[in-house]
Structure formats: structure tokens, C-alpha cells
């Protein structure tokens, strides 16, 4: 069954680097674009990034657009949130999720989601 | 870039009640509307894709229509199992924007 492991959160203060990772299994990890999703506590969602099934299309919201970088080791089955000069407003909980369609178009419906990750940003 | 505006923020229903949600696009979106479920301290959960398919799984009381701007989500006959916070998201281009929300409880 498909199953993807969020790894990396913990507390950082404002300025700094963090990196995510999630752990895919259960499918054929380098068929389908990947996405981040983060969650404010007690808040809504929101798209963070994706990325194509081979790497070569990335789409950031714009909060996050020059600060982090979104990639992906199809050899490992892993999707990475690298987060630089981190902000207050960027604590959330961080999910990765999959698209429900393979090929080449990034971005659609997500099917299964991670179980999530929490980032805290404070000094 | 579009806006999700989703209505009601809440609703309380009587188990056996249909509820509807509704979402706006501030732009057309044709049918690139996807409906999500996430109860409390789960991952969002795929309900609805391109509008109007039922998610594989999905029980037939969920079901969507909507095109262009104006989207529904309707729960038939709303079940204790239902309550949860519903979302929409629009996923024609990026960014995949998503709707404030919608929490349904049972009265």
C-alpha cells in the first residue's frame, strides 16, 4: 500500500535552514509528481510546492518562492523541502502528498498524503 | 492569482440532514476542482476530483457539480462519521489554491 513518511521538522530559529524529507513506498515513486501542503495549527491548508515525476517542472507559492527548494531522488523513492531563511508565519505542520495522475502534467488531485511533519519558527 | 472563497466558514447539521458547500473561484477554472475531508489530526482525504468523480472509496452520499466558477459539495445524508473539515482546491495552474475551509458538525 502507499505509504510516504515525513522526516526533518523540529524548532529552528527565524533566519536559519531546515530540510525535509519524505520516505515513498508502495508505488512507483518516479511515475508521479509530488507535492508539500503545509497546515498552520488550528488553520488552513496550504499548497506549498511541486514536482514533476522527473524533476525537470518546479511551482512555488509565492511565500515561499526563493526561499525553498523542492527536489526529488527518484533512485531513493524521496522528496525533499529544502527551507532557507525561515520565517515565524512558516510553522505549520508540513505534509507531502502525491498526485492521484502519473505523467507529465504536475500539480492535479492529491491521492495520498503523509501523516505530517511540524516546522516551528521561533527564536 | 484566483482566489478559493468557500461557504459557510461552519455548519451544525442533524445526522440524516443534507449539507451542501458551497465554492467560488474568482476566475474560471473549468472543472479543475478537487473537494478534500480532513478530520482532526488526520491528512486531508481525497473526496471529490475534476469536480463531479467520486474518489474511489468514497461513500455515494458525497457527490460535486459545479463548472467554471461556482462549485458544490453535497453530502446527501449526513452521517456521524462525516464531521470533519471540508476544502476545496483548484488545481488548473499553479499555485493550487485552496479554500478556507468548511467545518461540519452534527447538532
Known amino acids: 500500500q502507499v505509504q510516504l513518511v515525513e522526516s526533518g521538522g523540529g524548532v529552528v530559529q527565524p533566519g536559519r535552514s531546515l530540510r525535509l524529507s519524505c520516505a515513498a513506498s508502495?508505488?512507483?515513486?518516479?511515475?508521479?509528481?509530488m507535492n508539500w501542503v503545509r497546515q498552520t495549527p488550528g488553520k488552513g491548508l496550504e499548497w506549498v510546492a511541486v514536482i514533476s515525476y522527473d524533476g525537470s517542472k518546479r511551482n512555488y507559492a509565492d511565500s515561499v518562492k526563493g526561499r525553498f527548494t523542492i527536489s526529488r531522488d527518484n533512485s531513493k523513492n524521496t522528496l525533499s523541502l529544502q527551507m532557507n531563511s525561515l520565517k515565524p508565519e512558516d510553522t505549520a505542520v508540513y505534509y507531502c502528498?502525491?498526485?492521484?495522475?502519473?505523467?507529465?502534467?504536475?500539480?492535479?488531485?492529491?491521492?495520498?498524503w503523509g501523516q505530517g511533519t511540524l516546522v516551528t519558527v521561533s527564536s | 492569482d484566483i482566489q478559493m472563497t468557500q461557504s459557510p466558514s461552519s455548519l451544525s447539521a442533524s445526522v440524516g440532514d443534507r449539507v451542501t458547500i458551497t465554492c467560488r473561484a474568482s476566475q474560471g477554472i473549468s472543472n479543475f476542482l478537487v473537494w478534500y475531508q480532513q478530520k482532526p489530526g488526520k491528512a486531508p482525504n481525497l473526496l471529490i476530483y475534476a469536480a463531479s468523480i467520486l474518489q474511489s472509496g468514497v461513500p455515494s452520499r458525497f457527490s460535486g457539480s459545479g463548472s467554471g466558477t461556482d462549485f458544490t459539495l453535497t453530502i446527501s445524508s449526513l452521517q456521524p462519521e462525516d464531521v470533519a473539515t471540508y476544502y476545496c482546491q483548484k488545481y488548473n495552474t499553479a499555485p493550487l489554491t485552496f479554500g478556507g475551509g468548511t467545518k461540519v458538525e452534527i447538532k
Open positions: 502528498a502525491k498526485d492521484r495522475v502519473g505523467g507529465g502534467v504536475a500539480g492535479r488531485e492529491m491521492d495520498f
Open positions: 508502495g508505488f512507483t515513486f518516479s511515475d508521479y509528481g
